[in-house]
């Protein structure tokens, strides 16, 4: 039986959902930017409130939940091979506040040496953008419970699913028995797990909106079997995601995650639901230039960004008489000691006994001095 349905309603659905999609993460852009701003006016000030008891918080968190509705709901409207590529707007908002909210002056030409990378990947992402939202999947499949389950015991699904499992538990293997810890590794766990995880979404959101509409749909088993599968996918990206995080630059880690998830949610979609099955090979063509081109573009983007530096206090401790200093005046970043140990807001936190150690073998004395930009240094001199 052919599920499938492109007509006049189908083209109505997508609108919706590409609409849906576009508006969920350009909220959920804008709520980052204000728990950000929300993180940031707290730091190096007397304020004792935790972040989540300020109003700004909470109105992001708001906005937040507001865009993963619309991005949930979109997927029971549109393609998933159509939504997923989406999140490009997500970066390219991200972007466009940035800039907007910059409080730096600079001159043009310098303005335009710095930002250049991140104009030319907003151009490259609208563009992209574009092309595989016209030209891509209009097929729409309406997924009742009945349906799902035909997929899914589909041997073309069924064959993925198996390949994709080998490819997880080796991934997997790799990485926790070798230690290899490459962002490409942690990264390719995230985006297999997220292809799971936008099948799962894709049936879950159509089979809830059917509900809503009168056709009860939640007493179903696979309903209550994709859900399971749904969050815990979610949860165990989640971990991955934090791994990446902390040992890459989450730019890094934002470009290269947007280009493996979207792939193989692209791929899951073609292969589960068969979103290609009635576009032509122009239409299929020019839909993978468009996502290639915003591949380019976020890449772009992101590759401007630079891990903000907050203010956290520390302290330092003279060798010379052994008299500890408190830093809490809201300097943007820790000094760089070379003949002090620290401890604090530490990156390595091998550098103290370094420098106990360099101090034991060379018995150096510390002098404090002042540097030009306002921090304290300190200069070694052996004796």
Known sequence: MDYFRVDGSSYTDNLIGTLLAIFGNVLISISLSIQKQSHVALVGTKDSRAFYRTKTWWFGFIFTLLGETANFVSYAFAPLALVAPLNAISALTSSILGLIFLREKSKPKEFIQRYGFSFLGCILTIAGTYLFVAFGPNSHEKLIAENVVTHLVGWPVLLYLLLEIIAFCLLLYFYKKHHSDYVVIILLLVALLSSVTVISVKAVSSMLVLTVE????????????????????????????????KRYESSLVASVNYIFSTTLAVVAGTVFYQEF????????CMFLLGTAICFLGVFLITKNRKRAKTFEPYVTVNMNNGVPTIHNKGETSQADYSGSFSYGALV?????????????????????????????DYKQHQN
């Open 348 to 376: 390595n936190s091998d550098g103290g006994a370094a420098a106990i150690s360099q101090v034991e073998k060379e018995h150096s004395t510390a002098n404090f001095t002042q540097t030009s930009n306002g921090q304290p």
């Open 277 to 284: 099955k009635h576009e032509d090979a122009l239409h299929i």
């Open 214 to 245: 009168g056709t009860m749909q939640l007493n179903y088993p696979i309903f209550t079997v994709l859900f399971v599968c749904m969050v815990a996918s979610v949860v165990f990206q989640a971990g991955f995601l934090s791994q990446a995080c």
